[in-house]
């Protein structure tokens, strides 16, 4: 072959000679596979690439620079051409960028490298030729050649792969006791290079062959293993460049190595190609390089049969940078299907590969955890705001497996690598078990299969799809979906005659579909790219759909409302080119877990219970300004005993009070508070010292103390904003009884609280007084987080600002009604109401609509049968009769059904109590509560 140029020179390898002493030369080890193969693909590894001797000269720097021309017509390598002709095609294209090469050259530059799959050209210039280059007519733009990493850390938790493939996580052993094991199927590595000579065995690590078994060389690869190609495309030797390569190999394909951690991976029949894009002993690849491994992989599919790619590194986020559209046109030129690690980057995705056409993969914990890695890259794209990222997640953190040159040792890592490399695993074993799907369909067939783990990720930020995508790997659903059970698998073709595209999905009452519609960015020379549509209808009634604005995946989950046939329906709202081609799988699943929900709705109207109002402030000096500090005690639902202890010199010599109240703090809580209620109970009475002389000792503060609200629900207000008005005490805690106080050298006030804990936390916070006002001097307050707790923390000169209050003679209050606890399947909770008056008769009644009852409107004035400002807010399809007690409160305890088919359900409550003094018709209505099964 004619090479015209010196970057131009690639060698037609035969099997080299190496083998002096009988040991083979790890740089240049071939199987016999790939021994047929050399001669395609640029560059073998003997090129010296001449930025090994340049680089290092002072201004000189790497720089990927983009052409201004068309892009080549991939067709003959689509077209399954064999090795001759992709070569025959890369020498074309190579040819037609000579003149440019050269200019570039006679600008200064040195050209380190030409490349046919994208239109670019490595060179080293300092700034000044760099300067020149950019004038070039034919130059669109100039890329520095960055160096990327492996994305793993270290750790030092260790949990073998093992724990990835059992039934609680990834349930990779349950695929591989039917006898799937990825037998007949490749996975090529970009990555580091892996163990192709382990020790002075002169053969690849154990990993690499059937089973662990160094005996059994029954395998197509180097010395009868499972390893096809170590091939160098990067400055360093492809021979173990970093340990990184060997590890995620064995997560994803590799056998036994050893040790009591040892573990197959996910594919442990199938055949590994590697490539090594490696620069440096730190184990960093340039762009140059990695933009070589892709030619080199898509040279070799013919040969060796690739299927999957593995690319667990760091890289670009910008679809336009040639490394990404390097990856997305080799999805598409040889039907590949490529996973990435979405990147350690935690908030920023500025390492991460955009990977259009491949999976980027996130990593959570194992263990059955399935928690969100904090150092995982949670998206979205920069470049696609709009966009999902990353799709998905699995397993990456703490994973043991092989390490490279010592085969009874374990090698311990996190990251995003490993958990791309659990998906490249079963990617390879289900394109092994069905050989005839697409990498289109396989992809399909993986996102249709994931499992929701919302439920497990609550917390923010890690509680939405930009931090676990569409969910997480679960390989006995996808094992399931391949064999036909309860799925449907097709792709087809949208074109702007036939813009519609349908699938006919036959299904029972209640059950449960995933759907997964997907396609390939085609026009890589743009980054706007088609945009597809996915509906599910029932004669004319949408079902659910999926519409993303910036994605090439489109997902829905559903119930079937009936027995019926469905239509599936794929629509084109936008095409990049002519014609495009897509995959659709549909599976039976379980629907996303969604909590259940209880919301008031609606207004109360008033009844005849007396408000309160505020006789004196604690501290006085507190009564007309918001303090400095907060109190969380006594509003937050954290188990807990508070007591505070008052000095007499800040209190009348005498009072008496019906209640007290406290006052929301400035401080605007995270999220909205709505619905918010405390199980508490208080005492108030008398301390025998001033609070300098508190005590830790819970009895030791206590002279006398009588209960005044006995335990029970107190609903606490809405809060969205900080509250600024020190006048405002909206926490109200009203007493049973009253309480009559009166002043002597050895009688201080003692409020005392008690408040059970609860789950899910709400800290609600009300305004406070520490240091910073001279009259927290007369204050201490002890704190325990246990309700019964017998000895606490003391704090002095601080405590929550107080009003005592007394009954209004004027306002009344409207009585309230609310929710406590998840109406979720097979658990209980409680429908609360407060402030009726004492010990009357009410009726709770449940509706099935908001919106209508036996033809009757919804909501409903009751002015019309004399209670104006009252309103009716649900049906009256179930009624319960209760009695209030003497404060006013009650409840009743209900249980959600052991039924999944009701999750979703709404049912509606409201509370009516007879009060004969509130309106002509005597009685008063509260708010309704909209409840939310979940599951």
């Known amino acids: 072959m004619l090479c015209p140029?010196?970057?131009?020179?690639?060698?037609?390898?035969?099997?080299?000679?190496?083998?002096?002493?009988?040991?083979?030369?790890?740089?240049?080890?071939?199987?016999?596979?790939?021994?047929?193969?050399?001669?395609?693909?640029?560059?073998?590894?003997?090129?010296?690439?001449?930025?090994?001797?340049?680089?290092?000269?002072?201004?000189?720097?790497?720089?990927?620079?983009?052409?201004?021309?068309?892009?080549?017509?991939?067709?003959?390598?689509?077209?399954?051409?064999?090795?001759?002709?992709?070569?025959?095609?890369a020498d074309d294209v190579l040819r037609s960028r000579a003149p440019i090469a050269a200019r570039l050259e006679a600008l200064g530059a040195s050209v380190v490298e030409v490349f046919w799959l994208v239109e670019a050209i490595a060179v080293e210039a300092d700034e000044v030729v760099a300067s020149r280059l950019r004038g070039d007519p034919a130059v669109r733009r100039m890329l520095r050649d960055d160096l990327v990493l492996p994305n793993t850390v270290s750790s030092v938790s260790p949990w073998p792969i093992k724990d990835s493939t059992s039934a609680r996580n990834h349930a990779t052993d349950l695929v591989q006791a039917k006898g799937v094991t990825g037998k007949g199927g490749v996975v090529a590595m970009l990555d580091t290079g892996v163990d192709a000579a382990h020790g002075n065995d002169g053969r690849p690590h154990r990993t690499f062959f059937f089973g662990g078994d160094?005996?059994?060389?029954t395998g197509p690869g180097i010395g009868g293993s499972r390893l096809l190609v170590n091939r160098q495309a990067g400055m360093h030797a492809a021979e173990n460049a970093l340990t990184h390569g060997t590890l995620a190999a064995g997560v994803a394909v590799g056998g036994l190595w050893g040790t009591a951690a040892a573990d197959p991976g996910h594919a442990?029949?199938?055949?590994?190609?590697?490539?090594?894009?490696?620069?440096?002993?730190?184990?960093?690849?340039?762009?140059?390089?990695?933009?070589?491994?892709?030619?080199?992989?898509?040279?070799?599919?013919?040969?060796?049969?690739?299927?999957v790619v593995l690319f667990p590194f760091a890289g670009s986020p910008d679809p336009m940078h040639p490394t990404q559209v390097a990856l997305d046109r080799a999805a598409d030129i040889q039907d590949l299907l490529i996973v990435v690690a979405a990147g350690n980057g935690g908030a920023s995705s500025r390492a991460s590969q955009a990977a259009i056409n491949g999976i980027p993969v996130g990593a959570v914990h194992g263990q059955g955890l399935r928690t969100v890695w904090p150092s995982s890259t949670r998206g979205p794209l920069a470049t696609l705001p709009k966009g999902i990222y990353p799709l998905m997640v699995a397993n990456g953190v703490d994973i043991v497996g092989p390490l490279a040159d010592a085969e009874n040792s374990d090698l311990k890592d996190s990251g995003t690598s490993l958990?791309?490399?659990?998906?490249?695993?079963?990617?390879?074993?289900?394109?092994?078990?069905?050989?005839?799907?697409?990498?289109?369909?396989?992809?399909?067939?993986?996102?249709?299969t994931l499992e929701d783990i919302s439920s497990f990720n609550t917390t923010p930020p890690f509680d939405t799809r930009d931090a676990y995508g569409l969910g997480y790997l679960r390989e006995d659903s996808l094992l399931d979906a391949a064999n036909g059970v309860s799925s449907?698998?097709?792709?087809?073709?949208?074109?702007?005659?036939?813009?519609?595209?349908?699938?006919?999905?036959?299904?029972?009452?209640?059950?449960?579909?995933?759907?997964?519609?997907?396609?390939?960015?085609?026009?890589?020379?743009?980054?706007?790219?088609?945009?597809?549509?996915?509906?599910?209808?029932?004669?004319?009634?949408?079902?659910?759909?999926?519409?993303?604005?910036?994605?090439?995946?489109?997902?829905?989950?559903?119930?079937?409302?009936?027995?019926?046939?469905?239509?599936?329906?794929?629509?084109?709202?936008?095409?990049?080119?002519?014609?495009?081609?897509?995959?659709?799988?549909?599976?039976?699943?379980?629907?996303?877990?969604?909590?259940?929900?209880?919301?008031?709705?609606?207004?109360?109207?008033?009844?005849?219970?007396?408000?309160?109002?505020?006789?004196?402030?604690?501290?006085?000096?507190?009564?007309?300004?918001?303090?400095?500090?907060?109190?969380?005690?006594?509003?937050?639902?954290?188990?807990?005993?508070?007591?505070?202890?008052?000095?007499?010199?800040?209190?009348p010599a005498s009072f008496a009070a019906d209640g007290l109240a406290f006052r929301l703090d400035e401080r605007a809580p995270t999220t909205t508070i709505r619905d918010h209620s405390v199980e508490i109970e208080v005492s108030m009475g008398y301390a025998p010292h001033a609070a300098r002389y508190a005590s830790t000792q819970f009895a030791s503060n206590v002279k006398s103390a009588q209960v005044v609200f006995t335990r029970r629900r107190l609903k606490l207000p809405n809060q969205v904003q900080g509250n600024s008005d020190p006048r405002a005490f909206d926490v109200h805690v009203p007493f049973d009884r009253p309480f009559r106080y009166v002043a002597s050298a050895t009688q201080h006030l003692l409020f005392d609280a008690t408040i059970a804990g609860e789950v899910n936390r709400v800290y609600q916070y009300v305004d406070a007084v520490d240091s910073t006002n001279a009259e927290s001097s007369g204050l201490a307050m002890v704190h325990s987080l246990t309700a019964n707790a017998t000895v606490g923390s003391l704090f002095t000169q601080y405590g929550p600002v107080i009003a005592?209050?007394?009954?209004?003679?004027?306002?009344?209050?409207?009585?309230?009604?609310?929710?406590?606890?998840?109406?979720?399947?097979?658990?209980?909770?409680?429908?609360?109401?407060?402030?009726?008056?004492?010990?009357?008769?009410?009726?709770?009644?449940?509706?099935?609509?908001?919106?209508?009852?036996?033809?009757?409107?919804?909501?409903?004035?009751?002015?019309?049968?004399?209670?104006?400002?009252?309103?009716?807010?649900?049906?009256?399809?179930l009624n319960v009769a209760l009695v209030a007690s003497a404060a006013g409160h009650g409840c009743i305890g209900l249980t959600v059904p052991s039924d999944r088919s009701i999750?979703?359900?709404?049912?509606?409550?409201?509370?009516?109590?007879?009060?004969?003094?509130?309106?002509?018709?005597?009685?008063?209505?509260?708010?309704?509560?909209?409840i939310r099964v979940g599951g």
């Open 488 to 651: 449907i698998v097709s792709s087809a073709k949208l074109d702007a005659v036939n813009k519609v595209s349908s699938v006919a999905l036959k299904t029972a009452m209640n059950e449960t579909w995933s759907i997964a519609l997907v396609w390939n960015r085609l026009d890589t020379t743009r980054l706007a790219f088609s945009d597809l549509s996915l509906e599910v209808w029932s004669g004319s009634q949408l079902l659910a759909s999926s519409d993303e604005a910036e994605c090439n995946v489109e997902v829905v989950r559903f119930r079937a409302p009936r027995d019926e046939t469905l239509e599936v329906r794929v629509t084109a709202k936008s095409l990049e080119v002519a014609t495009v081609p897509f995959a659709i799988a549909v599976t039976t699943t379980d629907l996303p877990y969604t909590e259940g929900s209880m919301t008031t709705y609606g207004k109360s109207c008033l009844g005849t219970r007396a408000d309160q109002d505020v006789s004196f402030v604690i501290p006085p000096s507190a009564a007309t300004s918001m303090q400095s500090s907060s109190c969380r005690y006594f509003t937050s639902n954290l188990a807990q005993r508070t007591q505070c202890l008052i000095d007499a010199s800040l209190l």
């Open 214 to 217: 160094v005996r059994n060389v």
């Open 903 to 930: 999750i979703g359900a709404e049912l509606f409550s409201q509370v009516a109590g007879f009060d004969p003094k509130a309106n002509a018709l005597g009685m008063t209505f509260t708010n309704g509560v909209a």
């Open 804 to 877: 005592l209050t007394t009954s209004s003679l004027v306002r009344t209050l409207a009585p309230v009604h609310w929710g406590v606890g998840t109406p979720n399947v097979s658990r209980h909770y409680s429908l609360e109401f407060a402030d009726f008056p004492s010990n009357t008769l009410v009726v709770e009644f449940f509706g099935f609509s908001r919106t209508s009852w036996n033809s009757v409107p919804l909501p409903f004035d009751m002015t019309l049968f004399n209670a104006p400002g009252c309103w009716l807010w649900t049906g009256l399809d």
């Open 5 to 89: 140029q010196p970057w131009l020179l690639c060698l037609a390898l035969a099997l080299p000679a190496g083998y002096a002493q009988g040991r083979p030369d790890p740089q240049t080890l071939q199987s016999p596979i790939a021994a047929r193969s050399e001669g395609v693909g640029l560059c073998s590894p003997a090129v010296v690439h001449r930025a090994e001797r340049e680089t290092r000269q002072r201004g000189i720097q790497r720089w990927i620079v983009e052409l201004e021309v068309a892009a080549p017509d991939f067709s003959v390598i689509v077209s399954g051409a064999e090795s001759a002709a992709t070569q025959r095609f």
């Open 419 to 448: 958990a791309a490399a659990q998906v490249a695993g079963a990617a390879t074993w289900l394109r092994a078990h069905r050989s005839t799907l697409t990498a289109l369909e396989t992809k399909a067939l993986i996102l249709a």
């Open 268 to 307: 442990p029949g199938a055949s590994i190609a590697s490539y090594s894009v490696v620069d440096d002993a730190s184990g960093a690849a340039s762009y140059t390089s990695i933009l070589k491994g892709w030619q080199l992989v898509i040279s070799d599919v013919a040969q060796l049969g690739t299927r």
